[in-house]
């Protein structure tokens, strides 16, 4: 008598040819069944293949977390780049920098300066008349 296959989450007999194998190859015959939740998506965690975890991201998340809940920026954005290789942190100021360049650019017209000017002419000569 041959030993039946059970699914390696809920240890379900498993039928021949009715199961499947783990994706990441270690082995493990999980079962179809119709439940939630479903055997191949809970061995996607306990799977030995499984890949490890880059800490990066997870110290990253918990700066924005944190953020979120104490709604203080400052400590936010240090938690963030305590968490942060210096690599990313270069990268992540350049890429600020050019944005704020492309913004101004865009705001910053011929226009613009003429219009600032003429105000500011505007407010000295309103100025001069209340004090007189």
Not at 7 to 22: E, F, Q
Not at 36 to 64: F, K, S
């Amino acid at each position: 008598m041959t030993a039946r296959l059970r699914c390696a989450v809920c240890d379900r007999p498993l039928k021949a040819g009715r199961h499947r194998l783990c994706v990441r190859g270690c082995g493990a015959h999980l079962c179809r069944a119709v439940h939630i939740p479903q055997c191949t998506d809970v061995h996607g965690g306990q799977c030995p293949n499984r890949p490890e975890p880059d800490m990066n991201d997870y110290l990253n998340v918990g700066a924005l977390i944190t953020a979120a809940a104490l709604d203080d920026d400052t400590a936010a954005v240090r938690m963030l780049l305590a968490s942060l290789p210096p690599e990313q942190i270069a990268a992540a100021v350049e890429g600020a920098v050019l944005a704020m360049a492309g913004l101004v650019r865009e705001v910053v017209t011929p226009e613009a300066v003429q219009n600032a000017a003429r105000s500011a002419r505007v407010l000295a000569i309103q100025a001069a008349n209340e004090r007189n």
